[in-house]
């Protein structure tokens, strides 16, 4: 199985950013896909960014578009939200998951990491 321990999140001011890591242990596969979510209290659980492992393509929620940047090292097994240019609509609890191939269900999360951008 695959572990997933997201970290950077904190309280920032509108324009600010921020940098998520998402740290992956156990076993791992080059058709994984990562993607980062997130959840506002109230809400459902929204995509954000994901990255397939092999190739690096990565694909963006409008709403992040140009804001956002998700990268992997592979190295570490790591993969990351660089957050600019932030919103105080994109406060949220940011989870990481992970997915065997692009049809599957995210079957793999993280704990989550609070996101909090303040006007």
């Known amino acids: 199985q695959v572990q997933l321990v997201e970290s950077g999140g904190g309280l920032v001011q509108a324009g600010g950013s921020l940098r998520l890591s998402c740290a992956a242990s156990?076993?791992?596969?080059?058709?994984?896909?990562m993607g980062w979510f997130r959840q506002a209290p109230g809400k459902e659980r929204e995509f954000v960014a994901h990255?397939?492992?092999?190739?690096?393509?990565?694909v963006y929620a409008d709403s992040v578009k140009g804001r956002f940047t998700i990268s992997r090292d592979n190295a570490k097994n790591t993969v990351y939200l660089q957050m600019n240019s932030l919103k105080p609509e994109d406060t949220a609890v940011y989870y990481c998951?992970?997915?065997?191939?692009?049809?599957?269900?995210?079957?793999?999360w993280g704990q989550g990491t609070q996101v909090t951008v303040s006007s």
């Open positions: 998951g992970a997915r065997t191939s692009s049809v599957a269900p995210y079957d793999y």
């Open positions: 156990g076993h791992t596969f080059s058709s994984y896909t």
């Open positions: 990255i397939v492992w092999s190739g690096g393509r990565t």
